[in-house]
């Protein structure tokens, strides 16, 4: 059974910053990863991601604030996000896809809200 525990959100202020963790069961460096937000009432959106190469790409609303990395060593990725918005409120979702698989697999979601 692969899990996908993320950590880190919480409340910020505009112009703030969080950073969001996600540990796996499964090895990252066998995977593409990506963080996936959703905001209440719209659609899940791809926020960054990063293959198993280390390429990372990014949603325009988050290029120059938002960084994907990933520690091989502890099965984790992370989101850092700086010059947090109030649009950046949402749930944030990690996501897996093994090389090895056409699953792809959830964690639970952390919560992001920005607000003064």
């Known amino acids: 059974q692969v899990q996908l525990v993320e950590s880190g959100g919480g409340l910020v202020q505009p112009g703030g910053s969080l950073r969001l963790n996600c540990a796996a069961s499964v090895n990252v460096s066998d995977s593409a990863m990506y963080w996936y937000r959703q905001a209440p009432q719209k659609q899940r959106e791809l926020v960054a991601g990063?293959?198993?190469?280390?390429?990372?790409n990014y949603a325009d609303s988050v290029k120059g604030r938002f960084t994907i990395s990933r520690d091989d060593a502890k099965n984790t990725v992370y989101l850092q996000m700086n010059s947090l918005k109030p649009e950046d409120t949402a749930v944030y979702y990690c996501n897996a896809a093994p090389v090895y698989t056409d699953l792809v697999y959830w964690g639970q979601g952390t919560q992001v809200t920005v607000s003064s």
């Open positions: 990063i293959t198993r190469a280390g390429s990372t």
